[in-house]
Structures are given as structure tokens and as C-alpha cells.
């Protein structure tokens, strides 16, 4: 990528790794270790301002992704650079006043939120943490102003978590998470909890706030519908490999990655007299522990050829920032040049 690219991107991710390691028998014996391959070398940037959405099947390394952006778990590996600032290079005070910029809002509002807390002090807790130099007074305005915005009732402060529905919970969440005006928020599937209408009604806020703060948003979700109504890009996840990423009119209309056909194929479609034509996985997830040599997806693909099963497709830019890891759907002209024709 050029040097003005580089100047535009505002967040950017490379060759990320995240491994657990585990050891095989006794808890106390460090023979035979093995790395879980949570997130295993990804790479992508995010401009400013917009939604950039992470999808996949369960299991496929999103979450863990989405919390090593944040420094909530350490990477193995790579580097992450946020408004041109390497986050991997902060020292553990530096990165904790970084959350002042970037903060994170998770998936389930009822294990997020300390039931013994009212919502004045689960919202004023980060001014207490970042903004230590505003008064008392100052702190309680910004909370009604942040409760006004997410559209809580400023009756509702000296309320407990176990008194609101799970709709009026995940706003609080929101509250306290934009309440020091941050640049840069992952949403780790924020409204997969929630019932439909409800979900809407979630999601019209985080559209609303975004545009009227310009954050700057992860969308992490394996709710495809949700993705299409909010995100600007999308980047498709299949065992810690990001294998297809691309501005979403492009992904939604043009899949090119096998297992992103398949994902999509499954999206319901609310009209009785259309009939769509679904694609199934055949076999099962591999395992982390050891996945598959080559592409990592050729063993569930129907289109698997000998190269994919040696060597690992890297993700290739086909036009208009439309990027692909597979060896088998990558336009002409391309396969003609590496293979010397041109």
C-alpha cells in the first residue's frame, strides 16, 4: 500500500496473531503444548468515521479479535496502530489513558453492568477514572446530558441494572461508554442479546450516534441482516483468517470466497415468494489446535483443487478494495499475469 494510504488509514491492523496455549495431561506438566490459533496472521485498515463490521460463525476467532484491538488480551504476535500511535508499544499506564479514546461495548448487558451500582455511578465511573479534574457537579451534568442522548429518562439515575429491561440495560451500557467522548468503540455483538424490536430500536441509536459524534465503530456480529442495515465494510472471518473483505454493497452482491457464498446464502429473506437457494457447510469446523494445511477452509469446500490443500491463499485485492484469500476465485487477467501469461 502507498505512503498516502498509509496517512488515511486510521486504524491499522497487521499480521495480527492471538494463540492460547495449553499443555496436554497434568495441569502442572509444560510438555506438549499447543497453541489454540484463536486469530491467526490478520491484517486490514479501518478510516475514520466509518462502520466497519467483522463477521463469521461462532468459533471463528471475532470476539477475540475484536478484544485484542483493544489491548483486553495481549497479541502473540503483529502490531496495531491507532491514529498512528503503535497501541503494542504503550506501557500499562499509557494504554490505560488510551481508553480514553477507545472503548468497548459487549455483548450482554446483564453480566456487563455491577448490579450493585445505581446508573449514576455505572455511567459516571469512567469520568471518575479519566476526568478526574471535573467537580461532582460537572460529572452529574454530563451523566443527564450522555441519558438525554442514548434516550434514558434522567428519573431513572439512582436506579439499580435489575430494574430496567435488557433493551434499557445495553443503553446504559452505551452511555457509559460514550460518556468520555471516544473516538474509537468496538461493538462486540450489542444487540444479539436483545429481543427484535427492541434490536432495532439499539441499532437506530448507534447509527444516530455515529454519525452525530463521527465515531469511529467495529461492528462485530454474526447477525448478517444487522450488518447490511448499519455497516459501511465487511470483513468475513472463517478459523482466524480474515478470507474476504470488502465495501458491503460488494459483499452482499458479489461473494467470491466459498465459504462467504455459503454464509450469505443462509440470510432469510421476508418475502414467502422468493426462494433462495441455500449453500451447506459440509463437515465440521477444524480444529484450532490443528487446522488444515493450505487454505484453511478447503476441507469444507466443494471447490477444493489440489493447490488448496498446500498452499495458503493470501488476501488479493480483485478491484475497488475488494479483497479475496482464495486461489480458485480470482479474476482472469490475475491468475493470467501470475502464471506468466501476461
Known amino acids: 500500500m502507498d505512503t498516502n494510504s498509509r496517512q488515511t488509514d486510521y486504524v491499522r491492523v497487521e499480521s495480527i496473531k492471538k494463540f492460547f496455549h495449553t499443555s496436554k495431561g497434568s495441569l502442572f506438566s509444560r510438555k506438549e503444548r499447543k497453541a ?30 475484536g478484544r485484542v484491538l483493544l489491548r483486553l488480551l495481549e497479541p502473540t504476535a503483529g502490531s496495531i496502530r491507532f491514529d498512528g500511535i503503535n497501541l503494542l508499544d504503550l506501557k500499562k499506564e499509557e494504554m490505560r489513558l488510551m481508553r480514553n479514546r477507545v472503548q468497548i461495548i459487549f455483548q450482554d448487558p446483564y453480566s456487563s453492568l455491577n448490579p450493585r451500582m445505581t446508573v449514576k455511578e ?42 430496567f429491561s435488557g433493551g434499557q440495560m445495553q443503553r446504559i451500557v452505551i452511555a457509559r461508554a460514550l460518556i468520555v467522548n471516544p473516538e474509537f ?53 472463517y478459523l482466524g483468517n480474515i478470507v474476504e473483505l470488502g465495501d458491503k454493497e460488494d459483499i452482499f452482491n458479489n461473494q467470491l470466497h466459498p465459504y462467504t457464498e455459503s454464509l450469505f446464502s443462509a440470510i432469510p429473506v421476508p418475502d414467502p415468494d422468493v426462494r433462495v437457494e441455500r449453500i451447506p457447510l459440509e463437515g465440521d469446523v477444524p480444529s484450532p489446535y490443528d487446522p488444515p494445511q493450505g487454505c484453511s477452509f478447503h476441507t469444507r469446500c466443494k471447490y477444493a483443487e489440489e493447490c488448496c490443500k498446500t498452499i495458503k491463499p493470501e488476501l488479493r485485492d480483485i478491484g475497488n478494495g475488494h479483497l479475496v484469500a482464495c486461489h480458485l476465485r480470482l479474476p482472469e487477467q490475475i491468475l493470467n499475469k501470475e502464471n506468466g501469461n501476461d
Do not use: W
Open 36 to 65: 489454540v490459533k484463536a486469530v491467526n496472521d490478520v491484517s486490514f485498515t479501518i478510516k475514520k468515521g466509518e462502520i466497519f463490521s467483522i463477521v463469521g460463525e461462532s468459533g471463528c476467532g471475532k470476539t477475540t479479535l
Open 185 to 237: 468503540i468496538i461493538c462486540d455483538e450489542p444487540v444479539s442479546a436483545l429481543d427484535v424490536s427492541v434490536r432495532a430500536q439499539v441499532l437506530n441509536l448507534l447509527k444516530d450516534l455515529q454519525q452525530e459524534m463521527g465515531l469511529t465503530l467495529v461492528f462485530i456480529s454474526h447477525d448478517l441482516s444487522v450488518v447490511r442495515f448499519l455497516c459501511d465494510r465487511v470483513a468475513v472471518m
Open 122 to 163: 455505572l455511567i459516571k465511573a469512567p469520568l471518575d477514572v479519566f476526568q478526574r479534574n471535573l467537580s461532582e457537579k460537572e460529572k452529574l451534568e454530563k451523566v443527564f446530558s450522555i441519558m438525554e442522548k442514548v434516550g434514558l429518562n434522567p428519573e431513572f439515575i439512582e436506579k439499580y441494572p435489575h430494574e
